[in-house]
């Protein structure tokens, strides 16, 4: 039985989730919420093993409510149910730990099929969102592409922890042509700083 928690500011809503969830037999709905602090003190009680929760809602909105439930209640699986396909709300989902991220245009079928999912240890994400993510991905993989060879190289030991002197006698090149590297590696990838440029150095070569 996969126990779930339902968290939406709209009883109808929740009333029509939870109707279509109870209609299957590997579900049992413990418990509704109409907020996010609500929902966390529910979620702490009860230990659902999914919180199925919308975005916006008054108190404590649903990134919050991740957030919380990451530190404090990590065995709960939680899904965002929104009408969001903003790319920010999509991102902090999954930054914070969210195993699925769904529109509320899905047929139910593909609700229960996600959740199912969810609770047998993997992640669903819509189609819609997951072509927004594509979308982005795409995006970076064009600017990663617009690098020249010796970006590249300097980007590759930047992943290495390497500073502008070692990166400089490594390369034969001077600290002043390093640092002229990275500043146009920051312009093309549009980073904001060294360490968002570090962080994407390392995520760009985790083996080096």
């Not at 779930?4 to 413990?30: C, K, N, S, T, Y």
């Amino acid at each position: 039985m996969i126990r779930i928690l339902l968290v939406d500011d709209h009883p109808l809503v929740q009333d029509g989730l939870r109707m279509r969830l109870e209609a299957q037999e590997q579900f049992e709905v413990v418990g509704v919420a109409e907020n996010g602090e609500e929902a966390f003190e529910k979620a702490l009680l009860w230990r659902p093993d999914i919180v199925l929760t919308d975005i916006n809602m008054p108190r404590l909105n649903g990134i919050g409510l991740l957030e919380k439930l990451s530190k404090h209640c990590p065995n709960c699986k939680t899904v965002i149910l929104s009408m969001h396909d903003n790319r920010e709300y999509i991102e902090n989902a999954m930054n914070n730990g969210a195993k699925g991220y769904l529109l509320k245009d899905i047929a139910s079928s593909e609700l229960i099929n996600a959740l199912i999912g969810v609770a047998n240890g993997g992640s669903y994400f819509s189609a819609g969102v997951s072509q927004i993510m594509f979308d982005k991905n795409s995006a970076g993989a064009t600017k990663a592409a617009s690098l020249t060879k010796r970006e590249e190289d300097v980007l590759r030991l930047l992943s290495q922890g390497s500073c502008n002197r070692v990166i400089a006698e490594s390369l034969s090149i001077s600290i002043r042509t390093v640092e002229t590297h990275t500043l146009k590696i920051r312009r093309k990838l549009e980073l904001e700083n060294s360490a968002a440029m570090m962080k994407y150095a390392i995520e760009k070569y985790p083996n080096h």
